[in-house]
């Protein structure tokens, strides 16, 4: 059964055992889960990541449906699903258990989805589709966390927030979270000491390295790479902003072509562009296509479960990326 993100603190819980969450807003899934489900069964989650489960099927099985093995008010949670889990699932809801909740999260799933056609279809489940935020709700998250805190801030400095979270909730969470800390040490919050303290990298070369590569400067990308080590965690990050970078000139590109005016669009341009920006993404807006564009971020979508499958290599991987394109 389908049901909208907002309808789901309505939804009747006592009823319905199997949910699936799904879609490119991670953040927003889990904050539905810490602040929705979590609450009512706190001390009884079980975590199990998709790999695990497919690698011990058998196990897995026996310890659901082995009714011993759980309290009342326990949950599961499956993370990284995809296809490849629809027959463990779809066998252990029509076994009708009544004492466990199953939560799924998977990232973006296809009309001709299994596991997804299944949940739509069936009326004892669950599925809620999570879409990315836009400015507006993330924009409404940043201002109602300063009103909590008691924190006076500027508009310049919460579109700054923003951008600097590249419109991830969970890097948003982090940047908030940094500056509340920040607040107790510091009277005075500006938008000089809010630009040093917000960054989604620790090395700001990580994401000079995002733009030259778009630019297609082949000489300076190779010379960030060279002074640069990154770890298999900045890997995911340096791709997740490739991919906000990439969908921001994917929206530009398609914006430009019906106003004819790139610093009209540029201006226009919601979340904002910084003014340091700006040139930079003319630069790229000229030398890549629309095509090139839908291009990487399909290339980038799969290079980041490639990386995350072989984290040894993750940085080889991530290079050969970056200079083949």
């Not at 390295?209 to 778009?214: K, P, R």
């Not at 340096?238 to 004819?260: G, N, Q, W």
């Not at 930079?280 to 490639?306: A, H, M, P, Y």
Request: charged share 30%.
């Amino acid at each position: 059964m389908l049901i909208k993100y907002l309808d789901l603190k309505k939804a009747n819980k006592d009823k319905t055992n199997y949910y699936l969450f799904y879609g490119p807003n991670i953040g927003l899934i889990e904050d539905t889960i810490k602040n929705i489900f979590k609450p009512i069964f706190s001390n009884n989650v079980i975590n199990y990541d998709e790999a695990e489960i497919l690698n011990n099927k058998e196990e897995f099985k026996e310890q659901i449906f082995n009714k011993s093995f759980f309290d009342h008010d326990k949950f599961i949670i499956i993370n990284r699903a995809t296809d490849k889990i629809f027959e463990i699932i779809k066998e252990i809801i029509n076994t009708e258990i009544k004492d466990i909740k199953i939560i799924i999260k998977a990232g973006n799933l296809e009309k001709r989805s299994k596991i997804r056609n299944f949940f739509e279809n069936e009326k004892k489940t669950i599925i809620t589709a999570f879409y990315e935020d836009n400015f507006q709700s993330l924009s409404l998250i940043v201002q109602n966390f300063f009103k909590e805190k008691n924190i006076k801030i500027s508009n310049e400095i919460i579109a700054l927030v923003i951008e600097r979270s590249k419109g991830n909730r969970i890097n948003l969470n982090n940047e908030l979270e940094k500056i509340f800390l920040f607040s107790k040490k510091e009277k005075v919050i500006n938008f000089d000491n809010i630009s040093k303290l917000t960054n989604l990298f620790e090395n700001y070369d990580f994401d000079e390295l995002v733009d030259n590569c778009l630019l297609k400067n082949r000489k300076k990308t190779i010379n960030i790479l060279n002074e640069n080590n990154p770890s298999s965690e900045d890997n995911i990050l340096i791709l997740r902003s490739f991919l906000f970078k990439l969908k921001r000139l994917k929206k530009l590109k398609s914006k430009i072509d019906d106003t004819k005016n790139i610093d009209q669009t540029l201006n226009n341009f919601k979340p904002p562009i910084f003014w340091k920006e700006k040139e930079v993404i003319k630069q790229q807006l000229k030398q890549r296509t629309l095509s090139d564009i839908k291009f990487l971020i399909k290339k980038v979508n799969n290079l980041e479960l490639l990386i995350k499958k072989n984290s040894q290599t993750s940085g080889q991987i991530l290079n050969n990326f970056i200079l083949k394109n």
